[in-house]
């Protein structure tokens, strides 16, 4: 009798594991197939008969959308590149400061820079630009990396900081011992042993580079390197109520989201390594 009421709750849980992961995939998977799909679909078929697979498949909505986006797609990507370069050239020395040496005010230099991730960055906006035209560096590419290090430095930093913090100091001491200077103990042990949270923090601060509407938007104009995403924004009809191409919106969708795809399955390992517990 107990024999078998404990196989059929262990049936039943498995069934029910296994129901809740369908039904999350399901919930994935459903409504990126409706993008794809619709990417693929002419205006006219979307309209009249929505459906999940094209009567007429045409590639117009990614030909239309690539050549829209063309030069955007550059300006996006070195503007994610400039901001994980420079995010990881700040703060890679700051927190392997803030982890392995002592100095005065350590601690409440640490949390001062991360409670600047509680700001609300909206109100940064306005400075910002007043700054930034003072400054001549408006509606450049080196003005959007540089505006995006008010975010990503402090959660670069506060990532970084756990790193260096939990690699033991013996195997630093030890190649001292063996001829290294710090520096070079630095470079050619601590920064190895550190490379997935580098990785990370390089992943996190490129994709806030790449996928950041605000500053994007209001950063720079129509004359100047305007990244991907605010175009996108065009194509929705800018708020304005025009008709929707849905078609050309779904394929830039995709198009927009291929490259950090791409660079999250190439870096995967590591990434999983540094979000593991």
Known sequence: MSTTGYDATGVTLKAT??????????????????????????????????????????????TSGFEELRGNLVNSFLIGAGTALLALAITIPGAYAFARKEFYGKTAGFYAIISAMMFPYILLVIPIMDLWTAL???????GMILAYQVFVTPFS???????????????????QVYGCTQFTAFVRVILPLAAPGIVAVGFLAFLTGWNDFL???????????????????????????????????????????????????????????????
Do not use: C, Q
Not at 30 to 57: A, N
């Open 157 to 175: 930093i506060w990532i970084l900081r756990d790193f260096f913090e939990n690699l033991p100091t013996d195997i630093e001491e030890a190649a």
């Open 17 to 62: 594991a296994y129901g809740v992961v369908a039904f999350l995939v399901l919930a994935n998977l459903v409504p990126f197939l409706f993008i794809l799909s619709v990417s693929f679909m002419p205006p006219s078929e979307f309209f009249t008969d929505p459906h999940l697979v094209p009567y007429e498949p045409t590639l117009e909505a990614w």
């Open 215 to 277: 500053f994007a938007n209001l950063l720079t104009t129509g004359t100047g390197p305007v990244p991907a995403v605010p175009v996108l924004y065009g194509t929705i009809g800018g708020g304005s109520g025009e008709r929707v191409y849905w078609g050309k919106l779904m394929a830039e969708t995709l198009i927009i989201g291929t490259p950090p795809t791409i660079i999250y399955l190439v870096a995967r390992n590591y990434l999983e390594s540094a979000f593991s517990v």
């Open 136 to 142: 001549g560096v408006y509606n450049t590419i080196f």
